[in-house]
């Protein structure tokens, strides 16, 4: 692996112009967690939803050389314990090659600067039971496991059912 120092990345706030790029990032997550399966995600939808006249969620990219090299899309949620908002983390992605050399670090960084500045109680994010190398990494940054929670979703026809009553 070459080296790369962190000062060799820059990040970015994504541009409408992006959209293309994000739905790539997507799709190569995607396939890093083996479920490029369940990608229903499109260029419009993403247009629509991060860049439209109510944006959903935000996205960041990492850079080497002025090279988007990685993705992070985050959202703000709310603490009712904390009465206040936070910062939920729904994909952090680096190309493979770009692994190791500290981007992640950064832009997990940049999120906790952004929480902080927005007076945000806290930056969340889910992992997957089988990536014990991002369990690894997150630990190391100090984040805690919250593994007396379950994470619950509905969606598909059991979200349209429920969605249905009353």
């Not at 541009?15 to 499109?42: G, N, Q, R």
């Not at 927005?118 to 593994?147: H, I, P």
Request: charge should be neutral; charged fraction near 25%; aromatic fraction near 10%.
């Amino acid at each position: 692996m070459a080296t790369t120092k962190p000062s060799d990345f820059t990040i970015r706030s994504a541009v409408v112009t992006d959209v293309p790029l994000i739905l790539d990032f997507v799709k190569a997550l995607a396939a890093y967690e083996k479920l490029s399966h369940e990608v229903v995600a499109t260029e419009e939808g993403l247009r629509a939803f991060l860049f439209g006249p109510r944006p959903m969620a935000e996205v960041i990219l990492g850079c080497r050389a002025k090279k988007p090299v990685g993705f992070a899309l985050f959202f703000h949620n709310f603490s009712t314990f904390l009465g206040r908002p936070g910062l939920y983390l729904e994909d952090l992605f680096v190309e493979e090659e770009m692994r190791g050399r500290g981007l992640g670090r950064m832009m997990l960084a940049h999120l906790a600067r952004l929480a902080r500045e927005r007076q945000c109680g806290r930056l969340e994010w889910s992992v997957l039971d089988w990536n014990t190398s991002a369990m690894g990494f997150y630990k190391s940054l100090g984040a805690a496991s919250m593994d007396d929670w379950s994470v619950n979703r509905l969606t598909g026809e059991a979200l349209e059912r429920l969605a249905a009553e009353g």
